[in-house]
């Protein structure tokens, strides 16, 4: 993956192509934090924000937002992290018609700001701020589009906004709503074959059943 990107900046950057050049960044932004190199990953996704400024594109820019939020939740800098995010989602929220160019693709309002909402509620949760994680998670499972119709959200989001959902339940010791926000959590997560989410929810539903004794 860095090999291929790699190239494509460099096929990019010969055209003077900012978009593309821009989706590069991001993905090399991006492979540098799944390996856990955070310094360099930062490096690419200020290139990422640089651009989208550039180009004016309001849905990279808020991405590119909450791109850095990433790096910085990984390195435990919530108040960074929170920032970011903010930033993020006061620019879907300006985003009118429910709908923008992203990345040569159609991108829905109604998909990002939820994900931004959630991301908010992983900060607070990781902040043992449970009551405010609780809310903004809620908010975006329940998000409705400019046109006040509920959104369909993608089952692989979906999973892990449910398991949070149930994690923070777990938090505040409501364990009858953290069970049933796990389990849905954990049913989607294996119709759809994601591991992680499925290890997650077991662990949450372990330590739900752990706490009733």
Do not use: C, W
């Amino acid at each position: 993956a860095m090999i291929v990107a790699q190239k494509g900046i460099v096929a990019a950057g010969q055209h003077n192509d900012k978009p593309m050049l821009a989706h590069y960044y991001n993905q090399i932004g991006f492979i540098f934090l799944k390996q856990e190199k955070p310094d360099a990953s930062i490096r690419y996704y200020r290139q990422y924000l640089n651009l989208a400024v550039q180009t004016g594109s309001p849905a990279d820019l808020a991405d590119a937002y909450n791109s850095m939020a990433d790096v910085y939740l990984f390195e435990n800098n919530y108040n960074a992290s929170l920032r970011y995010l903010f930033e993020a989602l006061a620019i879907y929220k300006r985003i009118d018609g429910g709908g923008v160019v992203y990345k040569s693709d159609t991108l829905s309002k109604g998909d990002r700001v939820p994900y931004t909402l959630y991301k908010l509620s992983t900060v607070y949760k990781l902040r043992k701020q449970y009551h405010q994680a609780l809310q903004y998670a809620l908010n975006g499972l329940n998000y409705r589009n400019d046109r006040h119709k509920l959104f369909a959200y993608n089952p692989y989001d979906l999973a892990s906004y449910y398991i949070n959902i149930g994690e923070v339940y777990v938090a505040l010791k409501d364990y009858k709503r953290a069970i049933l926000f796990l389990n849905k959590g954990l049913s989607l997560s294996k119709a759809i074959f994601h591991r992680d989410d499925i290890s997650d929810a077991y662990y949450g539903l372990s330590t739900t059943y752990a706490m009733e004794k």
